[in-house]
Each structure stands twice: as C-alpha cells, then as structure tokens.
C-alpha cells in the first residue's frame, strides 16, 4: 500500500529547498561546503531516522569488522556528504572551462569508446550530482535518467539546473526506449544503480548480503550492445573532486537472458561497492539498500519457474 504524503509538508519543504539552492547559487563554492556540511552534521543529530537507518546498513554491510565508534564516524561523514552535495546542487551550470578543472581531476577517459557510445554507471558516493556535467563540461555528449520531483516547481528548479550542465535528462518512469535509442546514436547514459528498485530487479548480493538491483542499465546496453562503464567522482581531504572511468564491462548475449541480467547486473553491483570501501563516509548509508521486496521475489520465482518448465 503506497504512504500517503501531507501536500501542505511537501508543499513546505519544497519551498524551504527551492529557497536553499537559490541562496547557495549566490555563496562562494567554499561557503556552500561549510553550510552544507553543518547542515549535514546538525540533520545527524536531530533525525533518528539517519542514525538508525545509517547504523542498521553499517552492521549489515561491515558485521564486527568495524567499531561503534569507526561505524558512527562513517555515518557523520556520510550525512555532511549529503549536505555538500544539496549545497553545491546550484554550481551544476559552472561545471565546465576554468571552473571544472580548478575543482575536477578527469582521468580514464582513454577506456571510453567515444564511437559507440555507452552507459555510464555509478552509486549514490562522492557528489553525484556533479558526474554526468562533470562529463558532459569536458565535451562529451551525456545524458541523465532522473526520477522527476513530486512538487512541479521545485522539479522545475532542480531539472533546469540540471539541464544547465547536461545535454539532456530523461525521466526514469519511461526511461527504456530512450535510453536504448540514444545509445544506439553514440550518446553516454548515465544512471545511478546503487538504490533498491521497486520494479525491474534482480537478485544480487551486496557488501554479501542479498538485495535487488535495477535491470535497466544492463538491458538497454545489451539492446543496444554498448559496453557499461564504472565511474565515480569522489573528493579527497582538501575538498578536490577526481571524476574517474574505473572499468568497462563488455555486455554479451548467452542462450540465457535471465542468467546474464544477473551477472552483469551483479558486475554493476560489485563496481559500486568497490567504491564505497574506498570511500564510504562518501555513500549514502540513509537509504534502505537491503529492503525486502516481496513483489520483485514473487516475479523473478515466477520467471524462474518458467524458465525452468521451458524445453
């Protein structure tokens, strides 16, 4: 059963954010990062929430490998991240000439086949907001599945901001066609894959346990047979972003479709949790990765089971 959502709550806190990004446009970059992660270390403190949804994904995730203490420094790492990402949403347009190279270091750009085309995939780790413009602002064409905003002017604001430093977003409820389309015109896609799907999953483990993964990615690059990459933009101690192609991963269709979509999915997977123990006072430990999905289980059993009963 879908939550019900308070309009005049919604209402209020899309305002309330409407107002932020149009205070931090006006903000050095150096203020928005102070701001952003005060902000994020007080939403630490006043909303349980991110400490009991952040604490429950860190024992999930590292077990007794690491301490209480070194688990709550992750999670106040984490939530300031969230803070400089919201704070920095607004420098989006800046993302390209002086700008992006004073505060971006591109490398592995040498593992793209700028011929083809490709998916670009990535976690919610680092600022992810700043990747696909980051990669369109050293001259590529890009493209970015969203999900659109509930409040019509804030999504307004959010996607005209993104837009400012992309070629072009698509919305994720009706993203398939269009991102095979694209693809198969050489275009970058660029999705985040690291967030519990409610629909089009398979079955994958993370950090070793069980969870689902969004199918998207890796089906629309087999239909349109381009390789998926890994990429990340994470910042170092002195505040200083390296956007970095990690890895390419060649799609190629077997005689078992479903077998595939779980292993190639499962490569994403293992990519994005390879940058998050690099980094991951840099993730989002707030959101629910490892939640059951009763609908998801029933589907993929049934397919499964007929895949099973096929001659």
């Known amino acids: 059963m879908a939550r019900r959502r308070n309009p005049v709550a919604q209402w209020a806190v899309a305002w309330i954010c409407v107002a932020f990004a149009k205070f ?13 992660r005060f902000l994020g270390r007080l939403a630490y403190y006043i909303v349980p929430r991110i400490r009991t949804v952040g604490m429950a994904n860190l024992d999930l995730a590292y077990g007794e490998t690491l301490n209480r203490a ?3 420094r992750i999670l106040k790492g984490a939530a300031e991240n969230v803070g400089i990402v919201a704070a920095e949403f607004s420098k989006i347009p800046k993302l390209h000439g002086d700008f992006l190279k004073r505060y971006v270091t591109v490398t592995g750009l040498e593992l793209i086949d700028f011929d083809r085309g490709g998916m670009l995939i990535s976690g919610h780790c680092g600022n992810w907001e700043w990747m ?6 050293s001259g590529y064409r890009v493209a970015e599945v969203v999900r659109p905003l509930d409040h019509p002017r804030f999504n307004a604001l959010v996607n005209g901001t993104r837009t400012a430093g992309l070629d072009k977003t698509i919305p994720k409820e009706s993203a398939g066609p269009e991102m095979i389309r694209m693809l198969q015109e050489g275009w970058l896609v660029g999705v985040l894959v690291d967030q519990s799907p409610r629909v089009s999953g398979v079955p994958v483990n993370f950090f070793g346990a069980p969870c689902w993964a969004t199918v998207a990615p890796v089906m629309a690059a087999v239909r349109a ?18 956007l970095s192609v990690r890895t390419k991963i060649e799609v190629k269709r077997s005689n078992d479709p479903q077998r595939d979509l779980v292993e190639y999915s499962q490569r994403c997977q293992d990519f994005v949790e390879s940058v998050i123990r690099e980094y991951p006072e840099q993730w989002l430990w707030l959101h629910r990765r490892w939640k059951p999905r009763p609908r998801l289980e029933r589907e993929w059993q049934k397919k499964s089971e007929r895949q099973t009963k096929a001659p």
């Not at 006006?26 to 701001?35: E, G, K, N, S, V």
């Not at 696909?132 to 602002?137: D, M, Q, V, Y």
């Open 225 to 242: 047979r381009v390789p998926v990459y890994g990429i990340s933009l994470t910042r170092d101690a002195h505040g200083h972003y390296t």
């Open 70 to 72: 070194e688990k709550r």
């Open 24 to 36: 931090t446009e006006l903000l050095p970059l150096a203020a928005c990062r102070l701001l952003g």
């Open 132 to 137: 696909a413009p980051a990669c369109h602002g």
